[in-house]
């Protein structure tokens, strides 16, 4: 295997990683971990680069309704942060 690429955030809103814009994240269920951290971690160990996909559409947004996205620029660069650092 050469590469992954995973959905960090799926237009549902849910999140695989310690979101601090919403508690519909991984970090909230039974489970309690950074999913996105650990495959950072065991990417860089096994030599695998690892590409992220995340939806800037939020069912789960007020504003999607309306035809926006859901996401402002500023939740999209806390977001691009937070699954940059996971596993640091």
């Known amino acids: 295997m050469k590469y992954i690429v995973i959905t960090t955030k799926h237009h549902d809103g849910f999140a695989l990683f310690d979101s601090k814009d919403t508690r519909w994240d991984v970090m909230a269920t039974p489970y309690g971990r950074d999913i996105i951290g650990q495959l950072a971690d065991a990417c ?45």
Do not use: E, K, Q
């Open 44 to 88: 860089r160990r096994g030599g695998i680069r690892l590409g992220f996909y995340y939806s800037i559409m939020d069912w789960h947004h007020p504003t999607t309704c309306r035809g926006a996205t859901g996401n402002s620029p500023r939740v999209l660069t806390r977001a691009r942060t937070s699954i940059a650092t996971s596993g640091s």
